[in-house]
């Protein structure tokens, strides 16, 4: 491995540090807390990358600190698989740039919303006392229904005049489970009619017979996000709220019930970015299951997946993932981001950081004639091109090598500088040879090459500043170590999976993955699961985990090309 991180970028600006600037500088808060708050129902993936490096980042800059929050209001969806693989997945996104800043429990657990249901409720209680919310006994359709929409009028519950001891008792017996799921729900009174329809007496709970994974049997009423959300903050403190665009129509909201709750002062107060949206992927949670339950990838943390734990186990760093979101920014209007820009920060990241490695994925085996029988020497290798500092190996070189096959072409099209019948091309780090004769298979196929060498024009010999036209790259067939290389590519043909209402099951992309048998020199032996390498001409490649020793396991992270920019080209 070379450098640790790149090389440190100017802080990031936009319009919600500004925001938390100017609210430092007036003095409307004396301190800087932001929070993260996923629900656990599935992996996160690279859109809540973006709001961990925008949370975090916030706070490191201004010296605050971000809370890890469970957003668990729903037990019906939510597991503890998901809480771990989500503190696994921030602790490593933000891990030497951001730890320090990460605030948790005394025991070192994320906060849980559901560590405030008690809270929560003594909440509802408070409204209802205040002739602020009412025990509804309306349907979900019929609430629905009611409520209208932005361009239909909402009507008043006939539940709305309770008194506030029935109320009272009702949500007592509610608690109590003495009714079933949906019978009734807790709702804010605030104003049937009014314009945004999230205003429209808002549900506060629902019943939910159901055991929740942090607090088990404890409740069967569970309080709905817009009323956890607003009170989670405030307990813990948040001065900024940092969320996705849609959830503008929801601040007033959040606003409305703090401020009738009387929480204490400073209040926290939301604000909404664009969420992030990129070509070729999807950016949801419960789609993204759906690939997982339908088998269509391996698991949350397929290489293919835009998870952070699926990007992590490709071999994308986290220094890359945080690169990618300074990046494309914060911005107020929701726009589609070319994922070819990801893997542009993907390639920059490993371009720095990646130690150079020779290997071939599709093998053709050229004899070198002017060889003797079981000759064998070791050139020497810079490791990296940029770096002199880490000097070079050696690497074996004998008679009989292989050259990648797409590097030889028996009817060169125009322009080929590889190597073709009767031509020359430099073997990196190694000799000139020239193609003598090509020798075919009974069906026609080529079984090998065989190729003399001019044997001064190794790195000091008489020839080596020989000008050729074209360098390949190439590995000693008797050297090289067999491995298992994954080739990952986007999974889906379609800039837009879901375009036009479209199933994206039906763009589904068939090359996805392809495993091959490469041949790799044998200094990638002793590759470790933190290493990243380039193979010279081809592709950044890492470990992936499914490696033994005996078969060692490779993903290839990327190409060090857009293929998909050539293949839009060739049109
Ligand atoms: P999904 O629909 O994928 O489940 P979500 O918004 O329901 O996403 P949460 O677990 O509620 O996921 O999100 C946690 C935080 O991450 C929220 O603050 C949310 O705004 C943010 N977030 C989620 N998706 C994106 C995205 N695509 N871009 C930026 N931030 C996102
Ligand atoms: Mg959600």
Redesign the pocket.
Known sequence: MTTDSPAASPAPSDFIRDIVAADLASGACQRVATR???????Y?????A???C??FGIAKEFGGTCNLRM?DTNPAKEDVEYVDSIIADVRWLIAGWADEVLRCKADDAPFFASDYFGQIYACALTLIHAGKAYVCDLTAEQTDEYRGAPDRPGRPSPFRDRSVEENLHLLQQMRAGAFPDGARTLRAKIDPHHPNVWLRDPVLYRIRHTVHHHTGDAWCIYPMYDFAHCLSDSIEDITHS???L??EVHRPLYDWLLQHLAVPSPRPHQYE?????LTYTL??????MQLVTEGTVSGWDDPRMPTISGLRRRGVTAAALRQFAIHVGVTKYNALTEVAVLEHAIREDLNTRAQRRLGVLRPLKVVITNLPDGHTETVPAANHPLDPALGTRDVPFSREIFIEQDDFAEIPPPKFFRLKPGGEVRLKYAYIIKCEEVVKNADGTIAELRCTADLDSKTGGATSSRKIKGTIHWVSAAHAIAAEVRLYDRLFTEPEPEADGRDFRTCLNPHSLETITAHLEPALATARPDDRFQLERLAYIALDPATTAERPVFNRVITLKDTWAKEAAKG
């Open positions: 993260f708050p996923p629900e656990p129902n599935g996160l993936h690279i859109g809540h973006k709001s961990i925008l949370n957003d940092i969320c996705t849609e959830f970015f664009a969420r992030l949206s950016m949801s949670k419960r789609k993204l």
